[in-house]
């Protein structure tokens, strides 16, 4: 008998779950599954809000099932790290957008030029578009135009050079 309730209970379990950056399944939200940063979504303001407070907001064009967006969700969390107290991070949907409708430049949908995901706009606190890009962005090309927009001094390339592990360590032992 216990041999039987043991067999039912392993047939009965659901197949393990099995998320994967690289491919273009949907596995759930990717800000919450592969950039750990839960509170980036559901968004809290809106772009009018935003821009009403006069603060720099970074729209970020995404679809879940897409290995791209997911890679890229972790570059939008760092940026949300650094900037976040002083900039709105307004990740957007495409599923969301309704292309029959008509936006104007509070609108989040106004900026989505529907050539592909993730597409990222970067915009200073008057409105004025800073950045437009899509595709998978360093975070250096970004970080550079947050830099400017609250003028900070700009970081020298080599400054974002990865070390490894052993040469940190040899550094730090000097």
Known sequence: MIVLFTVLCFIGLPATAAASIDNDRYDGNIFVLYAGNGSLVPVHET????????????????????????????????????????????????????PSESFGPLDAGYYYDQQGVPQTVIL???????????????????????????????????????????????????
């Open 124 to 174: 200073d606190g008057e409105g004025t578009v800073r950045f437009n890009a899509t595709g998978v962005v360093p975070y250096e090309a970004m970080d550079r135009v947050f830099r400017e927009i609250f003028d900070l001094p700009v970081q020298v390339e080599k400054d974002f050079e990865r070390r490894s592990y052993n040469e940190f360590n040899t550094e730090l032992a000097r």
């Open 47 to 98: 772009l009018a809000q935003a821009q009403g407070q006069e603060r720099p907001t970074m729209l970020t064009f995404y679809v879940d099932d897409s290995s791209d967006c997911k890679q890229f969700a972790i570059v939008v969390s760092r940026l949300q790290e650094f900037y976040g107290r002083r900039a709105s991070f307004l990740p957007i949907s495409v599923d969301e957008i309704n």
